[in-house]
Nanobody
């Protein structure tokens, strides 16, 4: 069982930056690929970024490519999402998730564990 807790959300102006973090406990962080998803009001949860167990393979949604960076620290059991040049459409609850399977996936149903989410609001 992996317990995930996100932090770092908040209110930021369009064009600004924000970094959200997710700390894992209770399981083997290094045995999981990690992903970030987001969900805006009235919309489906959508994939944002994914990082492999070693941190060597990264994957991004087209909507955030070039603006967001996912990273992880396997000693601190933490995954980060650095968000630059934020836009109003980035406003959402951001969730981190852990995937124990050997297959890379951007589908929410592939992930075994989820955090409670952190709100990111971008004002225009």
């Amino acid at each position: 069982q992996v317990h995930l807790v996100e932090s770092g959300g908040g209110l930021v102006q369009a064009g600004g930056s924000l970094t959200v973090s997710c700390v894992a406990s209770g399981g083997s962080f290094r045995s999981h690929d990690m992903g970030w998803f987001r969900q805006a009001p009235g919309k489906e949860r959508e994939f944002v970024a994914r990082i492999s167990r070693s941190g060597g393979t990264l994957q991004y949604a087209d909507s955030v490519k070039g603006r967001f960076t996912i990273s992880r620290d396997n000693f601190r059991n933490t995954v980060y999402l650095q968000m630059n040049n934020l836009k109003a459409e980035d406003t959402a609850v951001y969730y981190c998730a852990a995937d124990s399977s050997p297959f890379s996936s951007i589908l929410p149903e592939a992930y075994d564990y989820w955090g409670q989410g952190t709100q990111v609001t971008v004002s225009s």
